[in-house]
């Protein structure tokens, strides 16, 4: 992969003399040179043995296009060459390739007039699949951004083989702070000890943007992850070390629009490369337009054709040629790096039936695998419509295919559970939550919904850190505890909070002890403040009891109404099951627990997973006194 890495890099400085017009500048007798070549090959190999046996080849060089292809090695043949409206630098080759087709190398050759360029392909053996396993409502994703988590290696924060050459300025917020892989390397232990399953991280392909791109979700380059982050060896190293210590990892991908310093945007393959044909035309930001019965056209052509920002150029799905690329390129990363799962950034704004046919084509190589979409809404009906096999959908004759969606309505409602509020009604938060769980049949799967408190796209659950976690635990218990696949932002676990006044990075800040010059650090308990101290313990003890729990993980759920400032529910049955209880009261508050008996029998005895304390429920009189915002999670002692 070094040898791939070094050969990117002399067609990258190959590439920017072509941009800069240096062509212009050179001798006769160099033009030749240029007049006719091959640059890059992506993808950089592939496999043997792959259910899909067909293989595009996107080939860039200086007027490629017209040039004839020969391969020469069995089991390998040439289908056809696409030869584009758009610019004479790309051609896209389509092989088959057999099922008896052995690993090796092999050289394409291309021919045009007397002139004749080959480049050396490979078709390897798959690895032993430590991947692709998926994530479930038995994980936990802890959603880090790699920029602002540690900078494991200071040579890389800044790389001469990118055109926008931006280093590191941590006095900035909004720009590079030189985070990268090593750093998440050398702090896999610290996630592990959190009790976290699957790691999310945050884009970490080439970004080579004017601004710097800290965040990731300007790519361009597919194949290549950005110097600044590490290598893509490194890359590798990270979920393979994460493997060894039982964790899976979440790969965020875009495919709805590229960064505009991708070489297709100065240089597209086809007119219709780009929505608007690469012109720029703001998407309106209303998905509500995608399943509207009454929407107009063409209200719904400028929520998904539109482009997200300037510099962020919406790709057309519809191409076939693209869609073949985008698709051949996560299964690419899958195999590669071994990755478990996929996030995909801005989901419904893309063509949802490519999309869809995209899922298809990834799960037919690996049925284990799972993808989760981000589908903003602030409704629960309008996550459901894309989850797949919703009848939401089927109504519009659709199905999303897609099998795990974003509860951004929980995210919305969980701030009436903020300890910096200061509610007419202090448990009106439990109101809400009971009222937003019930509309869980909405869901064709409620156990495959994504449930977060806030991700690097929203403020901090807390705005500023308050003086007790009574109330942060009840909201970080229902997130742990209900039905779903949690997600915890990194830095939730040390109550780091901010508000995206200013620019996002005031809610996407380093974590201390992670950068060079850092007066403390919060990856040990001792540069830990006691507070911080405080939700470690609380968060690590929820996370690691919730691992070996069935109730959590497969239970359904009983719960019951809010009553007096108590909400009490049951996850699981039997030897399985797992009891919440918590008052949302700031004072003491006696309870009648006649109500709850058919969850939580009077006289039997439970074990507190939090304090390890037993808790019965005395039959003499059936009065319980919650303590104020007392949270208990309890599972019956046999």
């Known amino acids: 992969m070094k040898e791939n890495i070094e050969n990117k890099d002399r067609s990258r400085q190959c590439r920017d003399l072509l941009r800069k017009g240096a062509v212009a500048l050179m001798t006769a007798t160099a033009l030749p040179l240029l007049a006719f070549n091959v640059e890059e090959v992506q993808p950089p190999h592939w496999w043997v043995g792959m259910k899909d046996n067909s293989l595009q080849l996107q080939v860039y060089g200086k007027d490629i296009k017209p040039a004839e292809v020969k391969i020469d090695y069995p089991g390998v043949r040439i289908d056809s060459v696409a030869r584009l409206d758009g610019s004479d630098d790309w051609q896209y080759i389509y092989l088959s390739i057999s099922p008896e087709a052995r690993p090796g190398k092999f050289r394409i050759e291309w021919k045009e007039g007397k002139k004749k360029v080959s480049k050396e392909y490979e078709l390897r053996a798959r690895r032993r699949q430590k991947g692709a396993q998926g994530f479930s409502a038995a994980d936990v994703l802890y959603m880090v951004m790699p920029d602002r988590f540690s900078d494991g290696d200071q040579s890389n924060n800044s790389s001469p083989s990118l055109i926008n050459n931006i280093g590191s300025d941590r006095s900035n917020p909004n720009k590079r702070h030189g985070g990268d892989l090593r750093g998440l390397i050398n702090h896999a232990s610290y996630i592990d000890s959190l009790g976290m399953t699957t790691l999310w991280v945050a884009p970490v392909l080439e970004n080579d943007m004017k601004g710097g791109s800290y965040h990731g979700y300007a790519t361009t380059d597919y194949y290549r992850v950005d110097p600044r982050f590490g290598t893509n060896e490194e890359y590798a190293e990270l979920i393979d070390t994460l493997h060894n210590r039982g964790i899976k990892t979440v790969m965020d991908m875009i495919f709805n629009h590229s960064g505009s310093g991708h070489p297709w945007m100065e240089n597209p393959p086809a007119s219709d490369w780009f929505n608007h044909q690469g012109d720029y035309h703001q998407t309106n930001y209303r998905l509500s337009t995608v399943t509207d019965p009454y929407a107009s056209d063409y209200d719904r052509s400028m929520t998904q054709d539109g482009w997200f920002v300037k510099d962020m150029p919406d790709l057309n799905q519809r191409n076939p040629h693209l869609m073949k690329y985008l698709i051949q390129n996560s299964i690419w990363w899958v195999e590669e790096a071994q990755i478990d799962g996929i996030r995909m950034d801005t989901y419904p704004y893309a063509d949802e039936k490519e999309m869809a046919r995209w899922i298809d084509a990834v799960k037919e190589e690996y049925p284990d695998f799972n993808i989760v979409g981000e589908c903003w809404f602030g409704e629960t009906a309008g996550e459901a419509f894309w989850q797949k096999g919703s009848p939401l959908a089927a109504a519009k004759g659709m199905d999303t295919r897609l099998p795990v969606v974003m509860d951004f309505p929980l995210m919305i409602k969980s701030r009436g559970m903020a300890p910096y509020l200061e509610e007419t009604d202090p448990w009106n938060g439990l109101n809400k939550i009971y009222d937003h769980i019930a509309l869980d049949y909405v869901y064709p799967d409620p156990m495959n919904v994504l449930r977060f408190l806030d991700n690097h796209d929203t403020e901090r659950f807390i705005l500023t850190v308050p003086d007790s976690l009574d109330q942060w635990k009840q909201a970080i218990t229902i997130l742990l505890t209900m039905p779903g696949i949690p997600q915890v932002y990194y830095g939730t676990e040390i109550l780091m909070a901010g508000t995206r006044e200013g620019g996002d990075g005031n809610v996407r800040k380093d974590m201390p002890g992670g950068f060079p010059g850092d007066t403390r650090t919060v990856f ?33 759920m009983k719960h019951f109404m809010p009553d007096n400032g108590i909400y009490l529910y049951q996850r699981g049955e039997g030897k399985d099951a797992v009891v919440v209880m918590m008052n949302g009261r700031d004072e003491s508050n006696e309870t009648d627990m006649e109500r709850y008996k058919e969850i939580i029998p009077l006289g039997k005895a439970y074990k507190d997973v939090i304090t390890g304390e037993s808790v019965v429920i005395r039959p003499e009189g059936d009065i319980y006194t919650f303590a104020p915002r007392e949270t208990r999670v309890l599972i019956p002692i046999d």
Do not use: P
């Open 524 to 556: 040990t308990r001792e540069g830990r403040t006691d507070l911080e101290n405080e939700a470690v313990d609380y968060i690590s003890s929820l996370l690691k009891f919730r691992k070996g729990s069935k109730g959590i993980a497969k239970g359904g």
